[in-house]
Nanobody, 115 residues
Framework: QVQLVESGGGLVQAGGSLTLSCAASGIIFSINPMYWYRQAPGKQRELVAAISGGGGTNYADSVKGRFTISRDNAKNTVYLQMNSLKPEDTAIYYC?????????WGQGTQVTVSS
């Protein structure tokens, strides 16, 4: 079955950096678009970044220029490099993919940015 396992979250000061990883299994990873979402307390889950199987990327306006999504198809892993972090980036970050129209989610990893 499809499994997504995130790692790399933590506590960081404003202006700092973190890199999240999401290891995928049970899918043909190299052809699947992959997504990073986040959900802050009391807010809806929002799309942060996306990467196609071919490596094309898209970002939410709020993270453009600060976050970079990438993938390593040999390792079945997608990454989210987060730089210049702000307190408003504090959220649970989720990895996501869609297989035959069904969304799959990881368990999430907490990112907390202190001011």
């Amino acid at each position: 079955q499809v499994q997504l396992v995130e790692s790399g979250g933590g506590l960081v000061q404003a202006g700092g950096s973190l890199t999240l990883s999401c290891a995928a299994s049970g899918i043909i990873f190299s052809i699947n678009p992959m997504y990073w979402y986040r959900q802050a307390p009391g807010k809806q889950r929002e799309l942060v970044a996306a990467i196609s199987g071919g490596g094309g990327t898209n970002y939410a306006d709020s993270v453009k220029g600060r976050f970079t999504i990438s993938r390593d198809n040999a390792k079945n892993t997608v990454y989210l490099q987060m730089n210049s972090l702000k307190p408003e980036d504090t959220a649970i970050y989720y990895c996501n993919t869609i297989v035959r129209g069904y969304p799959y989610w990881g368990q999430g990893t907490q990112v907390t940015v202190s001011s």
